[in-house]
């Protein structure tokens, strides 16, 4: 379990109830990236989740082992990969979630739909930067 993320989880809720549960996929493959930004990745998508769930709920982390062949590829361009083997690290919540109008403005620098001084909109950004570099 990632302590990065059990304790962004538990800042500041001390009034809520959060159920953190880890799903190691079987047979998980080994990868090679820096722990440091997997934390910075687990603790950003944690404090999302928390501040989603205002009355609490539940955050789910997953990790499976996936691979995209070439037809995968092919008809899914957003997924912007070369065809292959990887890891997928899924974190999910029982929050509101994110409605239509907001999707398309997540990796934007600086956009937030927090109140003034609660967001700096770089949580998915920084996010985002990470897994592409
Ligand atoms: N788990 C989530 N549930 C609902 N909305 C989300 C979730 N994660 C992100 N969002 C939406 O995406 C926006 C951008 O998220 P991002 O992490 O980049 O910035 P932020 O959370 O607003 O600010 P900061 O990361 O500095 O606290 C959020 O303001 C929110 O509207
Ligand atoms: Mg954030």
Redesign the pocket.
């Known amino acids: 379990m990632s302590t990065a993320a059990s304790s962004a989880l538990c800042t500041g809720s001390s009034e809520k109830d959060i159920e953190l549960t880890f799903i190691p996929g079987a047979g998980l493959g080994q990868i090679r990236l820096d722990p440091m930004q997997i934390e910075q990745i687990l603790m950003?998508?944690a404090?999302?989740?928390r501040?989603?769930m205002p009355e609490g709920g539940k955050c789910t982390i997953e990790a499976w082992n996936v691979c995209f062949d070439q037809e995968y590829v092919s008809h899914h361009k957003e997924v912007a990969l070369p065809k292959g083997r990887y890891a997928a690290l899924i974190v999910s919540?029982t929050?509101?979630?994110?409605s239509a109008d907001?999707l398309p403005h997540?990796?934007d620098p600086f956009?937030?739909?927090?109140p003034s001084g609660?967001?700096?909109?770089?949580?998915?950004?920084t996010v985002y930067g990470i897994v592409k570099a």
């Not at 956009?111 to 927090?114: C, I, L, M």
């Not at 609660?118 to 950004?125: E, M, N, V």
Request: glycine share 18%; charged share 15%; proline share 4%.
């Open positions: 950003n998508l404090v999302n989740a501040d989603a919540d929050g509101a979630g994110i907001h997540i990796f956009y937030t739909t927090k609660k967001g700096t909109g770089l949580g998915l950004p």
